[in-house]
């Protein structure tokens, strides 16, 4: 499996944007890039996904890098509800589906108030 | 409307018992997942079913038997538990047709082997 990359944690002021990067380098040309999040006592929840453009949706923004082997998640404005771990996941595309994906050890997210 | 469930929500048993996790998932999803989060938090996938088929089938002791009697329901069952197997075990579906196959996690199980 193509590994990924993160630093282990990360602190951001409340309401100022993070962004959070990931380091894909032997990523393959049919990967897409994952994120997911897990809050504290919880299950990881998905994030946004992207395999060659940037994305949007309502709760981050993907910037993918030219090369691909790199991808940084950016939330706009931090709340303390965004105070969990980060996965960046690379999810095989040719895969029929059936996701194998693995998860690292992601980055712990501080938000201070 | 919980999308994904899981029974018990904490279990505490002693060595050698037998136990099962049950999971439940009313998104309409073909594909169930089972994972093994370790007191480091690492997440490792154990078994996933497709239409109540099993296609991935990780290296785990075959101590472990996941059952899905329908696309709804995957249930885990661990006979002879052993201190190691103490972990939340997560839960997870997903759809495969579409381009996003984003999983669905529930809330997790917490499992204590004394």
């Known amino acids: 499996d193509a590994k990924t990359t993160q630093p282990n944690s990360m602190e951001s002021n409340e309401e100022e944007p993070v962004h959070l990067p990931c380091n894909h380098s032997?990523?393959?040309?049919?990967?897409?890039i994952h994120w997911y999040r897990q809050l504290p006592s919880q299950g990881p929840e998905y994030v946004i996904h992207g395999l060659t453009s940037n994305v949007n949706n309502r709760m981050a923004s993907l910037a993918i890098a030219e090369d691909r082997k790199s991808s940084t998640l950016i939330l706009h404005r931090a709340t303390l509800r965004d105070a969990a771990v980060y996965y960046c996941?690379?999810?095989?595309?040719?895969?029929?589906?059936?996701?194998?994906?693995?998860f690292g050890t992601g980055t712990k997210l501080q938000v201070i108030p | 409307d919980t999308a994904v469930s899981q029974t018990p929500k904490y279990l505490v048993t002693q060595m050698g018992n037998d136990k099962s996790i049950k999971c439940e998932q009313n998104?309409?999803?073909?594909?169930m997942y089972w994972y093994k989060q370790d007191s480091k938090k690492f997440l490792k996938i154990m078994f996933s079913y497709n239409n109540k088929e099993l296609i991935i089938n990780e290296t785990v002791p075959n101590r472990f038997s996941p059952k899905s009697p329908d696309k709804a329901h995957l249930n885990l069952h661990i006979n002879s538990l052993e201190l190691g197997d103490s972990a939340v075990y997560f839960c997870a579906s997903s759809l495969t047709s579409g381009s996003s196959y984003e999983q669905y996690f529930g809330p997790g199980t917490r499992l204590t082997v004394t």
């Open positions: 996941i690379l999810r095989v595309g040719n895969s029929g589906g059936y996701q194998k994906v693995t």
């Open positions: 998104l309409g999803h073909d594909t």
């Open positions: 032997t990523i393959s040309g049919t990967d897409y």
